[in-house]
C-alpha cells in the first residue's frame, strides 16, 4: 500500500472484526446531568460504556465522569468497534473532513451539534531527511502539532473535553495549566459559549497568561508548580460544580489525543513506525496513541505489532525516568521540579502507571535530556528543517541522539519525533539560554 506524506491518506484494509465483547450494565456513581438529559445524549454516543484503567468497573455513559470512585484511577471509553470498523472501511475516511472529527466513529461526541471545534487535527507527517541524516537515523519524520488551534497539542484534548462538558450541561470549565492547556481550555470555551477558568504556576510566560485572558477566561496564578494549580483548581470546582479538565481527571481529553496514533497509522499507510519518542509530563498523548493501536487493532486495522514507545523528559523533572530505570510500577512525586520546558515540569502524574505500562509492553523507554540539549535540540531541528519547535519537542530531538548512541535506535528504524507545539510561545522561556548553547 503506498504511503502517503503530504497530508493525504491511504485508506485502512478491509479485514474483518475479532467478534466484539458484550458487557452487561454496570453500576454507575457519578454526579451527572438529570435522566431525561441522560438518554437524550444516549441516543447520539457511541460510546458503549467506560470503564476503571486499573480495577474495570465500568460505568454508564451520558452522564458527568470524573475518576473511578472505587480507586482515583482515570477511566477509559469504550465503544461499539464492529459499528466503528464499518464506517471507517476503505474509501470512508479519504472523504471526510481534514480534522481529528474524521474518526468520530471511535470519539464520544457523535453528534455534530455537540461539537466543539476549531479545525483541530490532521497535522502533517514531515519527512526529516537532513535532521535524520546529521544524526544517523535516515528514516526520520517530525509529526508536527504546531500549527493547531491556540499552537499546540492541547487543542485536541480541550476540543473533546469541551465538546463533553458542553454536552452534558455544564456551564463552567477549568483545569490546571503550564499554559498551553489553559490557553486551549479558554479558547473552545469561548467558543462553545462556557466560562473557563484557568490555574496557572506564577513563573509561566506572560505570553501565555495574556492569550488565555484575551479569550474571556478568568486566570489565577498561584505560588508552585502545576501540582500546586491543580489543588486549587480541584477545590474551587468543588465548591462551585465546575467541570474540571484537568489531565485525565475526566475521561474525555484522552480521546482527542489518541487521535494522534489514528493520525500515524493513517498517513503511513496503515503500518506503525518502529519507534516513538513523545515529550511526557502528564503523558496524556502518550496514553491515548497507545489506547488508539488496540482500538485499531481490534478493529482489524493494524496487526499485534507495536512502536517502541519512548517518553521524553527533562532532567531536572523526571520521575517517569526515575520509576522506569528503578522498576517501579508507579512514579514517586519528582522534589524541586525545574526546567524551561513548562509542559515538562509535571512532579506527579496521574496516569504514570498506564505510561509506564506501555514503555514496558512496547519495550520502549524513559530518557532525560538536559536544558542545554533541550535547546540544541531546537536548533537542530530549526537549522536542518526550518521547523521552530517549542522546548518539548526539542527534548525529543536531543534524545534522539541518546538513543542511537545507546543502541536502542538503529539506521534502520522508521522513527517518528512528536513536536507538541510551537517556539513562539517559549521564546521568553528559552531566551536565557539561547546564546549560551554552542551551535554544531
Not at 503506498?2 to 465483547?21: K, N
Request: with cysteine; net charge neutral.
Amino acid at each position: 500500500m503506498r504511503t502517503i506524506r503530504d497530508g493525504r491518506c491511504a485508506s485502512p484494509p478491509e479485514t474483518p472484526l475479532a467478534t466484539r465483547r458484550r458487557f452487561a450494565t454496570p453500576p454507575c456513581s457519578a454526579v451527572g446531568p438529570d435522566r431525561a438529559a441522560s438518554r437524550a445524549y444516549n441516543r447520539f454516543v457511541p460510546v458503549t460504556h467506560l470503564d476503571c484503567t486499573r480495577c474495570n468497573q465500568r460505568y454508564e455513559p451520558g452522564q458527568i465522569l470524573t475518576v473511578c470512585t472505587v480507586d482515583g484511577a482515570p477511566l477509559f471509553a469504550r465503544y461499539d468497534l464492529e459499528r466503528a470498523a464499518k464506517n471507517m472501511r476503505p474509501g470512508h475516511l479519504a472523504l471526510r473532513e481534514p480534522t481529528l472529527w474524521r474518526y468520530d466513529d471511535v470519539l464520544p461526541v457523535d453528534s455534530p451539534d455537540h461539537r466543539v471545534s476549531l479545525g483541530e487535527g490532521f497535522t502533517p507527517l514531515l519527512t526529516a531527511r537532513r535532521l535524520g541524516s546529521a544524526i544517523g537515523l535516515p528514516r526520520l519524520y517530525i509529526k508536527d502539532e504546531s500549527g493547531e488551534p491556540t499552537g499546540s497539542f492541547k487543542a485536541r484534548g480541550l476540543s473533546l473535553a469541551v465538546s463533553m462538558a458542553k454536552a452534558l450541561g455544564a456551564t463552567d470549565v477549568c483545569l490546571p495549566s503550564a499554559g498551553n492547556a489553559g490557553s486551549a481550555l479558554a479558547a473552545y470555551a469561548a467558543k462553545g459559549g462556557l466560562k473557563a477558568h484557568v490555574f496557572v504556576p506564577k513563573d509561566i510566560a506572560q505570553l501565555f497568561i495574556m492569550e488565555t485572558r484575551a479569550y474571556g477566561a478568568e486566570v489565577e496564578t498561584v505560588d508552585g508548580l502545576i501540582t500546586d494549580a491543580g489543588k486549587i483548581c480541584a477545590e474551587r470546582a468543588k465548591e462551585n460544580g465546575w467541570y474540571e479538565c484537568a489531565t485525565l481527571k475526566e475521561p474525555y481529553r484522552v480521546e482527542g489525543k489518541k487521535t494522534m496514533g489514528y493520525e500515524l497509522a493513517e498517513q503511513m499507510g496503515w503500518k506503525l513506525p518502529d519507534a516513538i519518542l513523545y515529550p511526557t509530563g502528564g503523558g496524556t498523548g502518550l496514553i491515548g496513541m497507545w489506547k488508539a493501536f488496540h482500538e485499531m487493532e481490534q478493529m482489524g486495522y493494524l496487526g499485534p505489532g507495536r512502536p517502541r514507545m519512548y517518553a521524553v523528559q527533562a532532567e531536572g523533572c523526571a520521575p517517569i525516568v526515575k520509576a522506569f530505570t528503578e522498576g517501579l510500577e508507579s512514579a514517586p512525586m519528582w522534589e524541586n521540579a525545574q526546567t524551561l520546558a513548562h509542559g515538562l515540569r509535571v512532579p506527579k502524574a496521574l496516569g504514570d502507571f498506564l505510561i509506564l505500562r506501555a514503555l514496558r509492553e512496547s519495550h520502549g523507554a524513559a530518557i532525560g535530556v538536559s536544558e542545554a540539549e533541550i535547546i540544541q535540540g531546537v536548533k537542530d531541528a530549526s537549522a536542518n528543517e526550518g521547523n521552530f519547535m517549542a522546548p518539548e519537542g526539542g527534548a525529543c530531538v536531543a534524545a534522539l541522539r541518546k538513543l542511537k548512541a545507546n543502541g536502542h535506535l538503529s539506521p534502520d528504524d522508521s522513527v517518528v519525533v512528536f513536536n507538541t507545539g510551537t517556539g513562539f510561545k517559549y521564546v521568553e522561556n528559552m531566551a536565557p539560554l539561547w546564546g549560551d548553547t554552542a551551535a554544531r
